[in-house]
T-cell receptor, first 110, second 115 residues
Framework: DVKVTQSSRYLVKRTGEKVFLECVQD?????MFWYRQDPGLGLRLIYF???????EKGDIPEGYSVSREKKERFSLILESASTNQTSMYLC?????????FGQGTRLTVV | GENVEQHPSTLSVQEGDSAVIKCTYS??????FPWYKQELGKRPQLIID?????GEKKDQRIAVTLNKTAKHFSLHITETQPEDSAVYFC??????????????FGKGTKLSVIP
């Protein structure tokens, strides 16, 4: 079974803090994605990576950055957290087709 | 980029009835269309998918149809059961300029099956 693990299930951070969300997959997939999920807005793509040290912006990259130093790990970084970044964050690892999701990190910025 | 529209946003059906969720996409280059089911508090999981060279695919009570000319695809659930209650996402996959595949999701449909 493919396993995609996100480091935290729940996080509470203060406005202005730098936040790291970690995602690790164990299937040697090249493609990894970060989405945020908000009610009524579905899954919106923040960033994705198709190889180590490679990254591409998704639909809503503003306020975020990513890091892919190793194939199995894809990190999402909130440089200076703001309240409008309170959301559920989902990491996914994919073959060329099927996406396998992590369990999600519910981030609250206060 | 690709844009996926999904309707309805919420759907309530009586147990045993059928449910239909519809999606449209914008980029004719998209060639793979999966559907994901997300139960409350859980991660989305793939339930069925269809490729552009196939018009219809069925898996027990679930079927998906694709009309490439009209750029729309639909999920059909027959004989619905309470455990079908979940949020369903459609998606379209397109090869990105970097050579990877990018999944664009619809906004989701919250299906409630009333016993």
């Amino acid at each position: 079974d493919v396993k995609v693990t996100q480091s935290s299930r729940y996080l509470v951070k203060r406005t202005g803090e730098k936040v790291f969300l970690e995602c690790v997959q164990d299937m040697d997939h090249e493609n990894m994605f970060w989405y945020r999920q908000d009610p009524g807005l579905g899954l919106r793509l923040i960033y994705f990576s198709y190889d180590v040290k490679m990254k591409e912006k998704g639909d809503i990259p503003e306020g975020y950055s990513v890091s892919r130093e190793k194939k199995e790990r894809f990190s999402l970084i909130l440089e200076s957290a703001s309240t409008n970044q309170t959301s559920m964050y989902l990491c996914a690892s994919t073959t060329n087709t099927e996406a396998f999701f992590g369990q999600g990190t519910r981030l609250t910025v206060v | 980029g690709e844009n996926v529209e999904q309707h309805p946003s919420t759907l309530s059906v009586q147990e045993g009835d059928s449910a239909v969720i519809k999606c449209t996409y914008s980029d004719s280059a998209s060639n793979y269309f999966p559907w994901y089911k997300q139960e409350l508090g859980k991660r989305p999981q793939l339930i069925i998918d269809i490729r552009s060279n196939v018009g219809e695919k069925k898996d027990q009570r679930i079927a998906v149809t694709l009309n490439k000319t009209a750029k729309h695809f639909s999920l059909h659930i027959t004989e619905t059961q309470p455990e079908d209650s979940a949020v369903y996402f459609c998606a379209a996959s397109i090869r990105s300029g970097a050579g990877s595949y990018q999944l664009t999701f619809g906004k989701g449909t919250k299906l409630s099956v009333i016993p």
